[in-house]
């Protein structure tokens, strides 16, 4: 089955220890990106790939990291979380960044920081 | 760099009527607005989309419309049902870097039985 998918779906955690969320897709798409949704402002973009090993930032990336080593996977780094970094972040991927490429979301992952 | 405001915050229509979000972007390079749909506790998926070069674009009861001279982009849903009631996202895609998308802040939408 196609799909995206994130772990953990829930964490919580305390400021300051270095957490990854983990994306990956089976869909050999070339386009993944990170965004977070927090209430009233809709979902902010943080970081995308256009394709492996090119990554750039998008409205949001202060405090994060991300790799792309291998086209299916897309890990999101928080080297020092703080309670503001506390939300419902979503990894989405595309075919390519070409108009109409339909994004695939994951299923979430709540994150609260202490 | 790209800015899109989305009205209303929320909307409740009677089951039956129709209901219309609507969305402003600021880059008028911008080629490409997709909509989403997001029910509670899921994840948020594409309902429609509509490129630069064309004005209009239905599929059932969902509607799209674009004034590119105006940078507005419109949602339409005739004959609302209940399973209509969800959070409704605007989004364009930045014309400059054909890679940034950015989100409306969301219309959450109540169908009245």
């Known amino acids: 089955e196609a799909q995206v998918t994130q772990n953990p779906r829930y964490l919580i955690t305390v400021t300051g220890k270095k957490l990854t969320v983990t994306c990956s897709q089976n869909?050999?798409?070339?386009?993944m990106s990170w965004y977070r949704q927090d209430p009233g402002l809709g979902l902010r973009q943080i970081y995308y790939s256009m394709n492996v090993e090119v990554t750039d930032k998008g409205d949001v990336p202060e405090g994060y990291k991300v790799s792309r080593k291998e086209k299916r996977n897309f890990p999101l780094i928080l080297e020092s979380p703080s309670p503001n970094q506390t939300s419902l972040y979503f990894c989405a991927s595309s075919l390519s960044r070409a108009q109409g490429d339909t994004q695939y979301f994951g299923p979430g992952t709540r994150l609260t920081v202490l | 760099g790209e800015n899109v405001e989305q009205h209303p915050s929320t909307l409740s229509v009677q089951e039956g009527d129709s209901a219309v979000i609507k969305c402003t972007y600021s880059d008028s390079a911008s080629n490409y607005f997709p909509w989403y749909k997001q029910e509670l506790g899921k994840r948020p998926q594409l309902i429609i989309d509509i490129r630069s070069n064309v004005g209009e674009k239905k599929d059932q009861r969902i509607a799209v419309t674009l004034n590119k001279t105006a940078k507005h982009f419109s949602l339409h849903i005739t004959e609302t049902q209940p399973e209509d009631s969800a959070v409704y996202f605007c989004?364009?895609?930045?014309?400059?870097?054909?890679?940034?998308?950015?989100f409306g802040s969301g219309t959450r939408l109540s169908i009245r039985p």
């Open positions: 869909m050999n798409h070339e386009y």
């Open positions: 989004a364009a895609k930045e014309g400059s870097s054909a890679s940034k998308i950015i």
